[in-house]
């Protein structure tokens, strides 16, 4: 990692977006690091539940054995099998299985699954930190936000700012893990890699605020993005109402 560049955007999250939490950011790997070890999940649990302790600043690592749910593990790449039926409980379920019914069809389901991307992890643990807390050894392979509506308005239009097509950021159908791990990282072979917005998906909702969503990004693109945030819409008087209420609100939240 590139320290003076970590260190140039945290100083320019601050100018720009106040008092709002930084995001954080993963990689794969399987040298020794300072995070610490996620605990073997012994039953199921939210992986996205589990972020909120990298968000506030703990580093940590993760192995499939600390992953407590089968789609969390699924989407760390850590195994691509999927329950019996998952087409039935997906949808609409059947005799059997109680369906989410996030999709209407299972035949839906078939082709969601054909379509998603999914690349298997590529060591047997995935680091998690917060991005001020990134060591010169780390490789950040995607960064995350959790982001509130006026937080996200920045990061979408910083997202589209130097596109001629107008599409820098996508919001597919997946699961809350999905969209910050399996989407992001395939954005990162694209020509031109797109931002990521999510955690829409209805099961991890009960695990993030309720005012936030995520905004996840390939490294390679954030940071072109870094490179150019003092060109933008950032200095100007429009933003700085945005940001005032940002700072606002992010002092408003740390007093309750």
Request: with cysteine; charged share 25%.
């Amino acid at each position: 990692m590139d320290l003076a560049l970590r260190d140039r955007f945290t100083g320019l999250w601050k100018n720009y977006f106040g008092g709002t939490a930084l995001p954080i950011a993963f990689f794969y790997t399987e040298a020794e690091t300072s995070a610490g070890m996620a605990p073997r999940a012994e039953k199921w649990s939210c992986f996205i539940g589990a972020l909120s302790q990298v968000r506030r600043g703990k580093s940590l690592a993760f192995s499939a054995e600390s992953i407590g749910c089968a789609g969390g593990k699924r989407y760390l790449g850590f195994g691509n099998k999927l329950r019996p039926g998952f087409e039935y409980f997906l949808s609409c379920g059947n005799q059997e299985i109680e369906g989410e019914r996030y999709l209407r069809t299972p035949a839906q389901v078939e082709k969601f699954l054909k379509d998603a991307p999914w690349k298997p992890a590529p060591a047997s643990r995935i680091v998690f930190r917060r991005w001020d807390m990134l060591e010169a050894m780390d490789e950040p392979e995607v960064v995350i936000f959790f982001a509130t509506p006026d937080v996200l308005s920045g990061l979408f239009t910083l997202a589209g700012f130097d596109r001629n097509d107008l599409q820098g950021t996508i919001a597919p159908f997946g699961s809350g893990c999905a969209s910050i791990i399996q989407y992001p990282l395939a954005e990162a072979f694209h020509e031109k890699p797109r931002a990521v917005l999510g955690m829409f998906d209805v099961s991890a909702r009960p695990f993030v605020k309720s005012n936030e969503l995520t905004f996840a990004l390939p490294m390679n693109r954030f940071t072109e993005i870094i490179h150019y945030m003092d060109e933008t819409f950032l200095t100007t008087h429009a933003w700085e109402k945005v940001r005032d209420r940002i700072n606002r609100n992010a002092g408003q939240e740390s007093a309750d």
